[in-house]
């Protein structure tokens, strides 16, 4: 399994960008997808998550203004980001959870910041 992040870029404060991340494999439609962010000096954090039969959760700082979404025919998760603020500045991480295998895969991050 490989995950490749895209869609990251520099925007002001208030605008949308929409993270993709594309799977190989054949493991998609039975993986968790999450999106992970990790800003300089800090800890990597879960942002949102979405389950094989699309239960989404968030962070609560994110609620309101991330969306994630899969679609499996495309074997791609996404992450529609609206309402940025400079906080939400970080290296982007798609990560791809299948229980069954006990598989956790990461790809390369994207950057986004958000410029005030």
């Known amino acids: 399994v490989q995950l490749q992040a895209s869609g990251g870029g520099l925007v002001q404060a208030g605008g949308s960008l929409r993270l993709s991340c594309a799977v190989s494999g054949n493991d998609f439609n039975r993986a968790t997808m999450r999106w992970y962010r990790q800003a300089p000096g800090n800890q990597r954090e879960w942002v949102a998550s979405i389950t094989t039969v699309e239960n989404t959760n968030y962070r609560d700082s994110v609620k309101g203004r991330f969306t994630i979404s899969r679609d499996n025919a495309k074997n791609t998760v996404y992450l529609q980001m609206n309402s940025l603020k400079p906080e939400d500045t970080a290296v982007y991480y798609c990560?791809?959870?299948?229980?069954?295998?006990?598989?956790?895969?990461w790809g390369p991050g994207t950057q986004v910041t958000v410029s005030s």
């Open positions: 990560n791809a959870l299948i229980p069954s295998a006990a598989q956790s895969h």
